[in-house]
């Protein structure tokens, strides 16, 4: 079995950054394991600009980071799926070429991100049918590989990803035919609320909800409703948006499986590890950083948290 100072299992912004702050502390032997096929979590679907500088789009965001890991000779395993962790630090992963692949490390880095709530929260009736996806499925579709989801469309959530995609799917030639949001305001920032709602004439309705949908195996309409001052649904204004695309942006759950495994403790409310302020987990060796811990709305803050994971677990590695 192969024997490393430090394992990264990740490689988005938060797990490429601590490898760097790793190394840059004098840790030689690291791996970082990514189960897509290239490095860069999910800035390289977010084509728009905004990371760490107004020029800067995900994609260059993490062409950046790949270089200097690449550059600082950091090994890493792509299409590469971690499967298990104890919490004696032997990681277990799956690939094509090692088939199972078992490695250990002094110490552990999860930068594995979180994961978008889908529709078994919100128990839509008829909603077994084709035509909806969740945002960033539709996102990774249209921006990477080159499918439109649909032609017009219904978005459930008002998060920056919704209303970043509403945009995309617009310029793309959809017809975004609602944005629909149960609270009594948008979530995601003023900003995007503008530049792509307001700037797009997409129609934005509070405080509704979707009550069922149509569907003839692929959906062809949402029932939309809105809610009284209780949250009670007002049977009277329930009215049909056809619809050949349902988008749902519900937020996100971080991946927690593998850490629960490696017997780290997590909050049993946002499901997310506890970490002091080393970003050290309950479990000596095992750190943690980026969207695993909690959704960061900016890669710089992802940066700042992971570049002092790699730190303090350098620091470790070293002292042990
Ligand atoms: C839609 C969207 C728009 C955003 N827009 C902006 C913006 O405009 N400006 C800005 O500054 N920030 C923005 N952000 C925030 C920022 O880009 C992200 O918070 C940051 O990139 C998250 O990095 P991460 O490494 O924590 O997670 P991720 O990028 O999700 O990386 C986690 C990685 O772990 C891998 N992984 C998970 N489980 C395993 C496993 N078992 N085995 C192997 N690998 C695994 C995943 O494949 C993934 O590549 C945006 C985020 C989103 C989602």
Not at 73 to 84: C, E, W
Not at 125 to 131: M, N, V, Y
Not at 277 to 288: H, P, R, W
Request: with cysteine; charged share 25%; net charge neutral.
């Amino acid at each position: 079995m192969a024997i490393y100072d430090l394992i990264v299992i990740g490689g988005g912004a938060a797990g490429l950054t601590s490898a760097i702050s790793a190394r840059e502390a004098g840790i030689e032997n690291i791996l970082v394991i990514e189960r897509e096929d290239n490095l860069g979590g999910v800035l390289n679907q977010c084509i728009h600009n905004g990371f760490g500088d107004e020029n800067t789009t995900g994609p260059e965001y993490a062409d950046k980071l790949k270089n200097k890991a690449m550059n600082m000779k950091i090994s890493y395993k792509v299409n590469t799926t971690v499967i298990d962790v104890d919490n004696k630090m032997n990681v277990t992963a799956v690939n094509e070429s090692d088939g199972i692949l078992e490695v250990s490390a002094k110490a552990i880095i999860f930068a594995v991100g979180c994961r978008e709530k889908t529709n078994s929260g919100i128990y839509f009736h008829k909603s077994h049918c084709c035509g909806i996806f969740s945002a960033l499925t539709a996102q990774k579709f249209i921006n990477i590989e080159g499918y439109m989801p649909g032609n017009n469309v219904v978005i459930l959530g008002s998060e920056d990803i919704a209303l970043i995609l509403a945009r995309r799917m617009t310029i793309e030639g959809a017809k975004v035919k609602a944005v629909i949001e149960k609270g009594t305001k948008c979530i995601g920032s003023k900003k995007n609320e503008t530049e792509c709602l307001a700037d797009f004439n997409i129609p934005f309705f509070t405080k509704h909800v979707i009550t069922k949908i149509k569907s003839n195996g692929r959906i062809e309409g949402v029932y939309v409703a809105s809610l009284n001052g209780d949250n009670k649904i007002i049977k009277e204004t329930e009215k049909l948006i056809e619809c050949d695309t349902l988008i749902l942006a519900l937020g996100f759950v971080p991946e927690n499986e593998l850490m629960i495994k490696a017997n780290v403790s997590v909050s049993r409310v946002s499901g997310s590890p506890y970490v002091d302020e080393n970003l050290k987990t309950n479990v000596d060796g095992i750190f943690a950083c980026g969207n695993v811990i909690h959704q960061h709305d900016y890669v710089k803050s992802v940066y700042d948290e992971a570049y002092k994971a790699g730190k303090n677990a350098a620091r470790f590695i070293l002292q042990a």
